[in-house]
């Protein structure tokens, strides 16, 4: 079932995302070489509940976590944890879900620990313009092979692989709602895209293969070659024109098309 949100509704996925966005600027913000990945998520946790928020995460079929903390060669969905010290040369990429007054919102940053190599922050940057191109694809009369098009274009123009076996998806009361949003695609093929219809992008993009493993822990994704890998998300809004960031209220495209010109 595809839903198309009411004002009322879109408002609310407005205060989820703000929310969100101010969490994962004080999360990215806090992180230093030394931290535990643990110490990373109870803060979060923290910042969440203080909100008023509940972590969407947490105890979501099982995970025991509020945030994914994926470093390096991990894609997606790094469990927190004591053992896991972050060190200077790493990328780490920081995943949260917030539910506030009954509505969701998903984001994901990847920022660098301490000073890094190029190519990893050239990962990084490729990466988030990578969403931005998918994103600026998301407008009502589109189709989603549109947006999986734009990011798998720019991926592999810069010799990275595209994840298959994880997509974006769409959000609203559940943090998980159809469709499916592969980060991979053919321009006008797939779901036609409506306005008011709330979706999560999220690129996850390797310095290699696209190919996955599963750890045993039934949870963390890496690469199967070991390459880096990173991750960046966001909650949006369909409508006539580009979309709105609900994950990023400060976000203008306005800004980010100009610096592409230049
Ligand atoms: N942002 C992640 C996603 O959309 C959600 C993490 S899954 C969880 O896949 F189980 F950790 F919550
Ligand atoms: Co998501």
Redesign the pocket.
């Known amino acids: 079932m595809i839903y198309i949100r009411n004002d009322k509704q879109i408002e609310k996925m407005r205060s989820a995302g703000a929310l969100l966005h101010e969490i994962l600027g004080k999360l990215a913000e806090a992180v230093r070489p030394g931290m535990t990945t643990a110490a990373l998520d109870a803060y979060a946790e923290e910042l969440i509940r203080r909100a008023g928020a509940t972590p ?2 947490l105890n ?2 099982g ?1 025991p976590a509020s945030i ?1 903390t994926s470093v390096d060669d991990v894609v ?2 790094g469990i927190p944890s004591d053992s896991v010290v972050l060190t200077e040369g790493s990328i780490l990429s920081i ?1 949260c ?1 917030v539910e506030l007054d009954g509505w969701q919102s ?1 984001s ?1 940053i990847t920022v660098p620990i301490g000073e890094i190599a190029p190519e990893k922050q050239h990962l990084i940057d490729i990466t988030r313009q990578c969403f931005f191109e998918g994103a600026r694809m998301a407008v009502a009369g589109n189709r989603l092979g549109d947006i999986g098009h734009a990011v798998q274009s720019l991926a592999e123009k810069n010799n990275y692989g595209v994840i298959r076996e994880l997509t974006g ?1 769409g959000i609203g009361r559940n ?2 709602e159809d469709p499916n949003v592969p980060n991979f695609g053919e321009k006008g093929k797939g779901l036609r895209l409506k306005k008011g219809m709330t979706i ?1 992008i ?1 690129p996850m993009i390797s310095m290699g293969s696209y190919d996955i493993m599963l750890h045993q822990d039934g949870w963390t994704v890496s690469t199967a070659d070991g390459l880096p890998c990173s991750h960046y ?1 966001h909650t949006i809004l369909i409508g006539d024109g580009l979309p709105e960031l609900l994950s990023f209220p400060s976000f203008s495209w306005e800004e980010y098309l100009s610096t592409l010109e230049n």
């Open positions: 969407s995460f979501y079929r995970y994914c997606v969905h995943d879900g998903d994901a998806h943090m998980h999560a999220e998300e």
